[in-house]
């Protein structure tokens, strides 16, 4: 009993920004010494700079009237759900917008495809984030039988025309897709088994994500080719390790984004190891197709 109750307790972990927040609290009886990795303070840190730099965006778009979207795609587990929640930490929620959509109800099935996602888009100053999009029906819905081959190739042929109009109309757009391989991937499906905290993150298709691995590097391969356009490219974000993953999707967004009072552009560039161009993970995927095994995720 007393070996389990560790095992749990070594498995705890501290909340984010805590370490950075005490760094320089002086020793007393009622504060307790935690050893944690000299990394993790440098993250925080850095984090912290970033999630200050966003906050400058942010103002400079609420007096400019710029409007911004975000698409977050990628494998399940990938790390896209930790990295919107870093985004938006420090920023005013009156002037940004997470859509999460569930699954389309009756009513939406007989809608346009993309009715129930326009609806969302930016206002004037709002930085909106889909937590998914109508990239749905370019890799899950295709993989897991939820429309039909002709829908799919409609929506491939369609997407990068409304892009292209969202665009030019002013919408400043980015498209990340977050790739996590198939080792990872498994490790964090089952740590979602054993920790309490990420129950909720529990889904009958953790399985089928492995089983289909092959048919979901096939659709990406699919959906990068008809949808890496110019006006509206894919950034491809490797996020084995969870927080380069999310240090360097912000570099991205903030090096793209112009504001007052903007950190110098070396502080700001992403490591070309973590953020790779749409094009640049084609070549990749082209060279390796037949060995699925060396395909990123």
């Not at 303070?41 to 700079?49: A, D, F, K």
């Not at 009958?204 to 659709?219: G, M």
């Not at 161009?277 to 095994?293: A, K, V, Y």
């Amino acid at each position: 009993m007393g070996s389990n109750n560790r095992n749990k307790k070594d498995k705890t972990k501290l909340a984010e920004s805590t370490a950075i927040r005490n760094i320089n609290a002086k020793e007393s009886k009622n504060r307790q010494a935690v050893w944690i990795k000299k990394w993790h303070l440098e993250y925080e840190e850095e984090l912290r700079t970033l999630q200050i730099e966003l906050m400058k965006m942010q103002q400079s778009m609420q007096a400019s009237g710029k409007r911004v979207l975000a698409i977050f795609e990628g494998r399940d587990a990938a790390g896209k759900g930790g990295t919107i929640k870093r985004i938006i930490a420090h920023l005013n929620p009156r002037s940004y917008n997470v859509v999460a959509l569930a699954k389309p109800n009756e009513t939406e099935l007989s809608q346009w495809y993309f009715q129930r996602y326009t609806s969302h888009l930016p206002h004037a100053g709002e930085f909106t984030i889909f937590d998914r999009s109508w990239y749905n029906r370019a890799m899950v819905e295709p993989v897991m039988g939820f429309c039909s081959d002709e829908q799919n190739k409609r929506f491939l042929k369609d997407v990068p025309m409304l892009e292209e109009l969202l665009v030019k109309d002013g919408i400043t757009l980015f498209k990340f897709y977050f790739s996590v391989s198939k080792q990872v991937q498994k490790e964090r499906f089952d740590s979602r088994k054993t920790d309490p905290l990420k129950q909720y993150k529990l889904s009958p298709v953790d399985n089928l994500a492995q089983k289909y691995w092959n048919e979901y590097a096939i659709r990406k391969f699919q959906m990068l080719s008809e949808t890496n356009r110019t006006m509206a490219p894919w950034t491809v974000i490797r996020s084995d390790n969870k927080k380069h993953a999310r240090l360097n999707c912000i570099k991205h967004i903030l090096s793209n984004m112009d504001y007052e009072d903007k950190l110098s552009a070396k502080k700001l560039l992403p490591d070309p190891e973590i953020v790779v161009s749409g094009i640049d993970e084609l070549r990749h995927m082209e060279r390796n197709l037949m060995t699925p095994d060396k395909l990123h995720g």
